[in-house]
């Protein structure tokens, strides 16, 4: 059972100044546009991995480590950031 | 009030606070609401979390968000919590966490699923089970503002005895005047309850929602399934879908 990307706020706020919960994305699979937010999220661990609630592709991933955060974006074609 | 959670959010990144408990209220056999004191919190709005990170002597760190039940209140920042009895966080908040003790908090977070007081659109609640959580901080917030904006709450519980923040819920405070709350009881109703326990329905939501056409703002949080009926039905009586915010939680996020 899944989280959504509410639960991600924490972890990018750690990376982003602004709140990239309400930034909407669009897939890279299939190009269905979402919330942040509402993307389907499983984790922490090993890391947060968020995917399309559209076509379940894997849209980012968060990993952290002692020393360094790795942020995947590659199955996002694009971020939408309200200012 | 509400531009101070947002504006001391982009004045610099979010550190972890040492947090001590200063009181606790139990809402049910398995949830209990706690309040802790954290030195310069900069405020938060209805529906916004915070992290909550448990170190133990071995340097093992869990780390979970949490919603907060109640508005800004100086220091203080409100979460409850429900237990998951196979969960690896709550088992020992609820049980074992006592007042003095200290944990690390980060927030306030999240900026989706949040009601700001100068939103003048009416709004509509679902809850389910401990989704209700993050509706009654927007619930208080209302009141704490003095808004008259017309809220409806929709909260669909096991059983009466399932019920957080029954009191407040049931025998409102005059400040919430305009607030309507249905119920919805999912395994056990109680006496005199109108009709038989059931999950919620496109019929319950029309019978106690707003008509898409007051163009209202609708926050749906519980379980992953409940969130997905709810929200699809929502949309299926024409509240367009960025009028329909959710927030899920699973087992995960225990």
Redesign the interface.
Known sequence: ???????L??PL??LF???V??AVSRCAGCGQQD????LLV???DPGWVARCPGCDSVVLRIVRGPSAVWLDLHGSAALRIPL | MAGTAISGRLTGRLVWQRATLLAVTEETAGARSLAFEVPGWPGHLGGQHVDLRLTADDGYTAQRSYSMSAPAGGDLVTITVQRVDDGEVSPYLVDQLRIGDAVELRGPVGGWFVWRPTDPAPVLLVGGGSGVVPLMAMIRARRAAGSRVPFRLIYSVRTPADVLFARELRQPPIADGGLDTAWVYTREAPAGAAGLPHRITLSDLTAHGWPADLEPMCFVCGPTGFVEAVATALVDLGHPADRVKTERFGPSGS
Do not use: F, I, K, R
Request: no cysteine.
């Open positions: 059972m899944a989280l959504d990307g509410n639960t706020a924490g706020s750690e100044a602004v709140d919960t309400a919330a942040v937010a509402d499983y984790g922490p």
